[in-house]
């Protein structure tokens, strides 16, 4: 899982501020998933993507979260307005695409709000 | 199915014992299943990974048992040593659907 980067690592953000978490993917890998993890929890499915497009959301809370995985760049995960609630563990993985092919998870991003 | 914010069952054992960590998955049309360890403070990682047309596979230490009857999937550790120590996830995918749906974990301690 070392070639999941994610940053940063660790983020603090004030109530009604936004918190953007990044995502590259592994080398060789176009598609892009967001799990959410609050402590001594399971992971939680957000989003999964690929360039450009989102392939399935039904796990974002329907507002103030997004993500995007822009053709160039890294794959963003956009919460706006943060509340405590949303402090968590938010972890990136990719895959080839291809249905069968493993995932790979990135070291995470730490979330508190305060 | 998914984890939907279960907390966590907690197996202890003996350092030098053998671990059987169990997971019931959702969908019976599952056909690739692979297990995670996830230690404190890092991203969940990849141990060993079975195919629905396998009932066993065996890695370094490691074996995973698959059970399509009962929709059950078992990861035993051989000579559990303290870095064992994590949380450990099965995820199961569906065919033809790139998607990974998560078990709630399970804690692993080991006592030295």
């Known amino acids: 899982n070392a070639g999941v980067m994610q940053n940063p690592r660790h983020l603090v953000r004030r109530r009604g501020q936004e918190a953007r978490l990044r995502c590259s993917p592994m080398k060789g890998h176009s598609h892009v998933y967001w799990y959410r993890q609050l402590p001594e929890e399971g992971l939680k499915f957000m989003v999964y993507l690929q360039k450009e497009n989102i392939i399935d959301e039904s796990g974002m809370p329907k507002e103030r979260f997004s993500a995007e995985f822009p053709k160039e760049g890294p794959s963003i995960l956009r919460i706006q307005q943060v509340v405590r609630g949303d402090s968590a563990a938010y972890f990136c993985?990719?895959?080839?695409?291809?249905?069968?092919?493993?995932?790979?998870f990135g070291e995470g991003s730490w979330l508190t709000v305060v | 199915g998914e984890s939907v914010g279960l907390h966590l069952p907690t197996l202890s054992v003996q350092e030098g014992d053998n671990s059987i960590i169990n997971c019931a998955y959702s969908n019976s049309a599952s056909d690739y299943f692979i297990w995670y360890k996830q230690e404190s403070g890092k991203g969940p990682q990849f141990i060993i990974d079975?195919?629905?047309?396998?009932d066993k596979r065996q890695g370094q230490r490691v074996t995973v048992l698959l059970n399509k009857t009962v929709k059950h999937l078992s990861l035993q550790i051989a000579a559990t040593q303290p870095g064992d120590s994590a949380v450990y996830f099965c995820?199961?995918?569906?065919?033809?659907?790139?998607?990974?749906?998560f078990g709630s974990g399970t804690k692993l301690n080991v006592k030295p």
């Open positions: 993985a990719s895959s080839s695409g291809i249905s069968g092919n493993t995932i790979y």
């Open positions: 079975i195919r629905s047309n396998m």
């Open positions: 995820a199961e995918n569906p065919p033809n659907f790139n998607k990974f749906y």
